[in-house]
């Protein structure tokens, strides 16, 4: 640990001294976390040529042998250019279904040229570490690697299986997340380390609230076509193939899907709404209560930050047509790009946008790669359980709450399977520090003595 790291950890156990009176710290488990982060950082992971996943997996594998795992049950599996990684710690009743803790190690491309530091060289500045991955994930996947070898050395005996599971693509094609999905779809439960986690109060860092993930919106693409026999441009006929396809998608964008909301999204709008701007906030509340109300309705969909979660929204996001400036277009398509409410196959949407286009030369198709339709996980009183107890004992007063991610991650293939996941990263940040996938990525690492705690309480109770 060299000076720097020692001053900024030294700062950052006095802001968090006061949440934790009563429980003891793990001073193994957090330098472990840290140092295993910053040697994680300096591999680059990124998918091509020189991808450094299957490195990633080998250090996270010897952290965890040297822990006590026996050699078998670490397990790297290579694939294309990338590996991932599955770790059993067998319980004492094999008639129990494994508790699973999810991430991935690979990490989206960064360019040297336009950070502030090089993102493939960790720095620790300031109370942050900083490099590609810091905070999307290899800080949180050292923080339950480091805190899972802690239990051990602690003596803990689960009765549940534990499995610890890397993905290796979870930033491309998650090939490698549906195969470890299929592999542990019996799994009791996945507690997802790659979403969820905690907001801190721009002005004063300190913890506002906790959220966990327990539903994700389904991505979809649908390509809409319209042919014409074409002709000379000097001698146009009444239909056109760029007109028709115009009309067709101006109808669309006017289109508004019926807003919906299911028990997680009303239980985030109730707890989530006195952190908003008065107006948003008022929209949310009374949403919740009316799904009708045509004043929230308008206030939330004004709200790029809100309009995802009030229903499916769909958008044009490509166009394409004609084929020479002087003839009558043969062929006009445009890609349509929906993320859905959770509930609804992409069939039935499809069908929907095809009735607002009300055009039957149009022809609509489903063209999505790589992603698969999901329902919510259920909410599950002992992981909502698990959570609140942790939260209160380490930042009493914190309130726990659900929420929906408009994006993917690898919970969308357990869900897929019928394998309740759940986003759970302990980790608190500034909404402002969020940069993750952009330049100069960051994470405080004031999180390490909590995100430890969180670990060995939250990995105990449901695995007991
Ligand atoms: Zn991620």
Redesign the pocket.
Known sequence: MHTALFAAVAAASLIVTAAHADIPSHPDAEAQALDLAEKAIALRSVRGPGNETPKVAELYRSALVAGGWADEDVVITPVDDTAYLIATWPGSDPSLKPVVIS??MD?VEAKPADWQRDPFTPVVENGYLFGRGAS??KY?GTLAIASLIELRREGYKPRRTIIIQFSGD??TTMKTSGIIAEKLANADLVLNI??GGGTLDEATGKPLYFTWQGAEKTYADFQLTVTNPGGHSSRPHKVNAINELAAALVRIGNYQFKPEVSDLTRAYFINAAKYEDPKIGDAMQVFAADLTNAGAIATLSDNPETIGKIGTTCVATMINGGHALNALPQRATANINCRIFPGHPREAIMAELARVAADPAIKFEDVTAGSVATDASPMRPDLVAAMTKAMAAIYPGVPVFPSMASGA??SMWYRYHGTPSYGASPVFMKASDDF??GLNERVPIANSRPAVDYYLMVVRDLSK
């Open positions: 991430g991935h990490v999307d994930m949180d979870e930033e790659d979403g991650s690898d993750a996938h």
